[in-house]
DNA sequence: AGCTCATGTGAACGACCTTTACATGAGCTG
DNA sequence: CAGCTCATGTAAAGGTCGTTCACATGAGCT
């Protein structure tokens, strides 16, 4: 029998060979099963064909995979997030709501990686490596904010970007994880999250009187300067966010 | 010291007497200390003084338990949603900040009950006795939404109450979960998550047209059919809801 | 007093996490 | 190519948990 011996061992002999990122893989589609609080460690070493402890000569414990998991997450939504910003094209509403978009969209299509960024519990300033991802991250959408302050209507004092930002964060979290993932996406709801989160950004930004009316592309650079009456609801569109004709 | 054994079993014999209570007490000093993941059956029972196996005379399985928890928390949240409500006195939006400011206070003063009902993964909808309790407590969040609404200023179309209420949820589930509770709380921020929760809704608010601050009322023909209030711009300080003086 | 049933106990099973001692073999060195 | 070394795998074992089951206890009723 030792061409079976030889054939494993083509497949996969003694040695694995690429362990690390078999187990990361592993883990991610049991987190997205099962959610980070059902995972397990034996479960991924298994599913990778080793024995229950082979994965200890690549993560210090089951957290620290969960951690690095995280961290790939924060890596791959950064990404995501400063391709939606595309640097503020056409223009920058359209731009900051097209990051809120991206944020859902995230959540959405990738579960286990939103679970063990922002639902595993697991302690983001403990491990450095970890907390610069998660504000690489961040820093994409106070990078659109701050882009967004400055373009503050005159008239009107300039919104800190920074609160603009944890303000924009909280409403994106918030939708996700109360609308958007696993059970909680069964809530009978008026209107899709995406929707809702639009409407909500949309009638935010209205509040610090940006116009918000994007209708008309916009052919200059950038959007016309508010007019001086902007803020007295020149720039609503008929019906409001909301209430959007399918 | 055998008084002592004769006030234990005084306390205490073979049956407990009341150990179902005891049992949702030492989990929720559990699950305030190392979260609803943490949190142990096993170490409930110990605390409690009683084997491993006598919970199940109670509870069906672990999660049962945490439901349990959940839904009383709900309860609690329901009623000090309520109480901050305070049907809408001194004045609509008044209240309706209180509202917010109570949903982030229940989060920070109740790590557990707030970890059991929305970070424990406890499936609401599978229960209905807690998915009541669940609906009850956001219908304090909705009946406020709805007469916040209906105070909408007149010219301006009239938000609908159920999304205006899913809004100021999400952004206050945002803020407590981002912000405001565990590791997420040591965050440096350049404020106060009740401070970004308060500016957040009020910003909302204005961009659903209400009036917020220096924004003279729109005056029209139909008064509103709430009095006076609408018009009243009390809450905010001028230079917007941000930038609070010290 | 005796019965009954809710409530608690102890033992046992399987799963998991983690550590420890040992096995294998890939790659370097001579 | 022989031999060494060390990263990487395995098996076994200890500890904790969740859960079940047969059995013990005693509170309350008749």
Redesign the pocket.
Known sequence: MSWR?ETR?AE?????????EALLQAALGLIAEKGAAG????????MA???????????????ELLSSIAQRGFEQFESRLTAAWDDGRPDTVTAFERVGRAYLAFAREEPAFYNAMFESGVPVDVNPALQAASERAFNVIRAAAERLAALAPPGTPRPPAMMMALHIWSMAHGVASLFSRGDAARRKLPMSPDELLEAEVLIYLRGLGFPTDRRPPAKSAEPPPVPPEASSGSGVPPGGPWGKPK
Chains 1, 2 share one sequence.
């Open positions: 011996k061992r996969r002999g003694y040695h694995h060979g690429n362990l690390k995972f397990t460690f034996a479960d991924a070493a298994r064909g080793v024995s229950a402890a082979a994965p200890y000569r690549h993560f210090r414990d089951r957290d």
